[in-house]
């Protein structure tokens, strides 16, 4: 018998096959790639969080975000970009039977860099083993439920002036802007059906 979390990524599988996500790159804006990785964990599922480093030259410095990265001239397209920037912070070699869909293209709302994101979300049958890069403070997995459940606001500065932004609160690790963003529409979808089991 399969576990209700198998069932789960077929469902989001099934939800993402059945939709044309948003394509959002205008000419000359910079592309980049994140990965949603999810991995069953009992009656739910877990989803990989990084914290970046602290970085100057980061505008995401310290982060709570998904790995990923630009795209490089030597990529061939975005899922090229995904699999090789995973490699590249985690150590994890992805590949194509690993990956449920696509989700909408995004560009950053309080970010100084112009840059269009397209997330992939690929679903892996366990926690795989990783070696973080520099690039990495450290890793966080948390399930579906447990990121609906944190669902709150914090304040950022932006610009000279203090903003409040959704976000989901995990302890000291605060998930908002374009991760929040990318991850609210699955994990709704993901709570939905859970609830409907």
Known sequence: MRSVSSLYLEDVRTLLSSRVPRRDAPAGVPQAAVAVLVVPAADD?????????????????GHM??????????DR???????????????????????LGELDDLRPATAPARVM?????????????LSLSEEVA???????R???ASM???????????RTMPCYRL????VWGMTHRILEPLIDQLVRRQSSR
């Open 45 to 61: 599922v877990d989803l990989l969080l990084i914290r970046r480093a602290e970085r100057a030259s980061d505008p995401w410095s």
């Open 65 to 74: 975000a998904l790995p990923g990265g630009r795209k490089d001239e030597d």
């Open 146 to 148: 447990e990121l609906a």
């Open 171 to 174: 302890g000291d690790d605060i």
């Open 152 to 162: 709150g606001t914090t304040e950022v500065y932006h610009h000279g002036l203090l």
């Open 117 to 129: 994101v397209r997330p992939f979300v690929f679903a892996l049958a366990q926690r795989p083993a």
């Open 77 to 99: 397209d975005l899922y090229c970009t995904v699999v090789r920037e995973v490699h590249e912070e985690l150590g994890v070699t992805l590949d194509s039977s690993a990956l």
């Open 138 to 144: 450290r890793v966080r997995w948390s399930a579906s």
